[in-house]
């Protein structure tokens, strides 16, 4: 079965940015797991595993604008301490959600604290960065009528973990 839409996907892989490290691999988290379709996954890895088969592999590489977007230095801002009330302890790497001014939710990082003020950064980890993925596709299977309707995969399985 070749992947189109409808199907779940199982994909091992590794991920490198463009100087070649590895950033995170299906060895240390397993297998990426998707319904293809869904819009789960970047558009460009997605158009990329279209059309493969169980045992393919292949090297995808993506641009900052194919992947998480370039780095904008408007994300990053210093806000008062005062501004996380009951967290006794801010650190570097700590996350937190936060409200644009629409009303939708951000996840921003921490980089930087100091007594009286919390550097946020609200671009993803990967913004700006090239990045490679080399996957080989180990299963493709028809969707069961429950992830179509919850509009993601369940597992390689197709059972939802409780």
């Given at each position: 079965m070749n992947i189109?839409?409808?199907c779940v996907v199982a994909a091992d892989f590794q991920l490198y940015d463009g100087q070649g490290e590895m950033i995170d691999s299906s060895e240390s988290n397993?297998?990426?797991v998707y319904l293809h379709g869904a819009e789960q996954l970047l558009p460009a890895l997605e158009a990329a595993l279209d059309g493969h088969a169980v045992g393919d592999e292949l090297s995808v590489a993506l641009t900052p604008e194919?992947?998480?977007?370039?780095?904008?230095d408007e994300l990053v801002e210093r806000v008062p301490r005062a501004?996380?009330?009951?967290?006794?302890?801010?650190?570097?790497?700590?996350?937190?959600?936060?409200?644009?001014?629409d009303g939708s939710p951000m996840i921003v990082m921490v980089t930087d604290v100091d007594d009286e003020y919390v550097t946020v950064d609200g671009n993803h980890e990967l913004a700006g960065r090239d990045l490679r993925f080399e996957l080989k596709?180990?299963?493709v299977r028809e969707a069961t009528p429950e992830e179509l309707a919850h509009g993601h995969a369940h597992g390689v399985?197709?059972?939802?973990?409780h």
């Open positions: 189109g839409k409808n397993g297998p990426l194919q992947g998480f977007g370039p780095r904008e501004n996380f009330p009951g967290v006794e302890e801010i650190g570097p790497g700590m996350r937190f959600q936060t409200q644009l001014p596709v180990v299963e399985d197709g059972s939802e973990a």
